[in-house]
């Protein structure tokens, strides 16, 4: 059974960091294309941050130069590190494995294999 299990979501203040952290089981991580997604209530879903298999990275305009997506040393775990968090980047976090769409008004309508159960980052002004 495949699981993805996030964790490290949590409250800062604007301009702090946090770095989210998703654990895969089931299948091998570094074979598959994983990424970050986030929703917001009352906006679209939106793919923040991929790297492919390939290691080629993708990041959502708003977030180039403060967001960096990396794989683990640690087997099947990949990391999302954010730093100078704003407050529109308050949202849902969702780790995802086989990338679909890069929006859609929900998560689960973009196409994706997998998902996590999302973490909550809540970024204060």
């Known amino acids: 059974e495949v699981q993805l299990v996030e964790s490290g979501g949590g409250s800062v203040q604007a301009g702090g960091s946090l770095r989210v952290s998703c654990t895969a089981s089931?299948?091998?991580?570094?074979?598959?294309?994983m990424g970050w997604y986030r929703q917001a209530p009352g906006t679209e879903c939106e793919l923040v941050s991929s790297?492919?298999?390939?290691?080629?990275?993708y990041y959502t305009d708003s977030v180039k130069g403060r967001f960096t997506i990396s794989r683990g040393n640690a087997k099947n775990t990949i990391y999302l590190q954010m730093n100078s968090l704003k407050p529109e980047d308050t949202a849902v976090y969702y780790c995802?494995?086989?990338?679909?769409?890069?929006?859609?008004?929900?998560?689960?309508?973009?196409?994706?294999?997998?998902w996590g159960q999302g973490t909550q980052v809540t970024v204060s002004s």
């Open positions: 995802a494995a086989d990338i679909g769409d890069t929006s859609a008004n929900d998560c689960y309508n973009t196409g994706t294999g997998y």
């Open positions: 089931g299948f091998t991580l570094d074979d598959s294309d």
């Open positions: 790297i492919s298999s390939g290691g080629i990275t």
